[in-house]
């Protein structure tokens, strides 16, 4: 005769801790990788001038790095694409400051094209960034 085993359990997982260690992982390097972004910029050597800066947060940036690279609000761009990304833009905010970022070795000619391409999308007002320079020449 068989008796019924009353002690005999069955083995079972509580996954709720493994859980929330997975949700804070997750929190944790999407909270990283957003702090990430925001510090990342494109690398530009500007050249040196005197005048002064402009406020950035208002501005469209546009920037030539030294591999001859086009930036557009720091997002890679086709050179074709600046005038409509330039004016599309300036549709939002017909104030806008369009400042341009070139490496100190990049050809002027480079420059002067993407300035030209710049004014073909409205622009009215395109500065030159530069670093401050450290003489003080006086």
């Not at 083995?11 to 702090?35: C, E, K, N, Q, R």
């Not at 557009?72 to 990304?85: C, M, Q, S, V, W």
């Not at 073909?120 to 401050?132: F, L, S, V, Y």
Request: aromatic share 6%; proline share 6%; glycine share 4%.
């Amino acid at each position: 005769m068989k008796f019924p085993h009353p002690n005999k359990k069955s083995a079972s997982f509580d996954l709720t801790p493994l859980i929330d260690v997975v949700f804070l992982l997750l929190i944790f390097f999407m909270l990283t990788t957003t702090f990430l972004n925001l510090e990342s910029r494109i690398k530009v050597n500007l050249p040196t001038g005197d005048f002064a800066a402009a406020e950035p947060s208002k501005n469209i940036t546009v920037t030539i790095a030294e591999n001859n690279t086009i930036y557009f609000n720091g997002r890679l761009i086709d050179p074709l694409k600046i005038t409509e990304n330039v004016a599309t833009e300036l549709k939002k905010d017909p104030e806008g400051l369009v400042v341009l970022e070139a490496d100190q070795n990049v050809l002027h000619g480079k420059v002067v094209r993407v300035m030209d391409l710049i004014k073909k999308g409205g622009a009215d007002k395109i500065a030159i960034a530069t670093k401050p320079s450290t003489e003080s020449s006086k």
